[in-house]
């Protein structure tokens, strides 16, 4: 493997005293906390297409970002440098994992047939780098948003060739996926929503999603892919109403559809933001019914409303996050996927590597953070106390399922007004900035 696309040594921690900008303060990737590498808590995983395919463009303009391997050779010769510098940066960077669309590793062609042979040739080429560097893929997933065939969507467009289509192609991408041992595949609804209902059948879109997912699970079973399937929920963008809104309505999705012991929630950050949600309360919501999967992590800017994916560096809203994940019991099979980019002036190679040092150490502390809260009980106990007349008495037959509104209300009938209790949000506040600062 060619090793000289970064002049830039492999980052090593150094500790939070450090001046080095090229060097972790707060992630070591070997130190073991509760019996288990940092490295193998965070599972941290790169996300390919914005680290090896953005280059900066926006509305009013294009690339900024070029880089070197980029400027000559063939569509596909240019696809596998890429792939090589990819994996250079992994492992300088000391990311385990790293994700993927068919699309962002190898360039589709003038037919199916050749966009499939040319992903076969990409993907036989990530197994040896994977095999030499031991960098595993932590999920794969189909690009069908891009191509104007998919301008009305993939498996919800009002044309069923679209819709096979869109399934022959994500059957490469599950193929892909398995050779490489992909842990996870993710299904993000692209365009699988709509922008007026003058001229679309809802009812009939979301019953074709729903086939869509079965084919999909069908599929997986067949060929004894073991990854576990995902969901992406995102509010808007690209279409004005998608179908995986955010969270609970991608529960409410998989149960009306039995697909729910299928798949699990990657939650993005700035999706949960989107949506008019907190992070924490995207993993909590996933968690409550056993459904939290992965982390597409990132962050949104609070003054602007679209999806900026920008690199998480508020180590207390990570720390929010991050107790939600680690009070769910982790995130198994799932990681840490920084689903963000760099900003368009941001045009060094070394930029890269600043951004994902500030993210990976941003998650390291805030985990640290989080177990010591954890740890000290002081919030849950709290919580638990808040919630203490549910433990006996009338609380637990409420509970149990023994009382009725005719029991409570002669219990009630004879008892005084309930007492108020303060929510002491504002200590709770101090506490949490006891932690951080
Ligand atoms: C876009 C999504 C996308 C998914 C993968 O907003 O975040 O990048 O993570 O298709
Ligand atoms: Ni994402
Ligand atoms: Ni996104």
Redesign the pocket.
Known sequence: MAKQNFPIKKIEYEGPETDNPLAFRHYNPDEIIGGKSMKDHLRFSI?Y?HSFRGVGLDPFGGGTITRPWESKGSEMGIALKRMDAAFEFFEKIQAPYYCF?DRDIAPEGKTLGESNRNLKTVVTHAKKLQKATGIKLLWG?A?LFSNVRYMCGAATNPDAHVFAYAAAQVKAALDATKYLGGENY?F?G?REGYETLLNTDLKREQDHLARFMHMAVDYAKKIGFKGQFLI?P?PK?PTKHQYDFDVASGIAFLKTYKLDKHFKF?I?TN?ATLAGHSFNHEIEVAAAVGMLGSI?ANTGDTLLGW?T?QFPTDVKDITLGMISILKAGGLGSGGLNF?AKLRRPSIDLDDLFLAHIGGMDTYALAFKVARQILKDKKFSSFVKDRYSSFDSGMGKEIESGKATFETLSKRVIRMKEPVPVSGKQEYLENLLNSYLY
Request: charged share 45%; no cysteine; aromatic share 12%.
């Open positions: 996300a297409w669309h997933t690009n993710v993000w692209g992406e995102k963008e990657n993005e999706h597409d999806d994916d689903d």
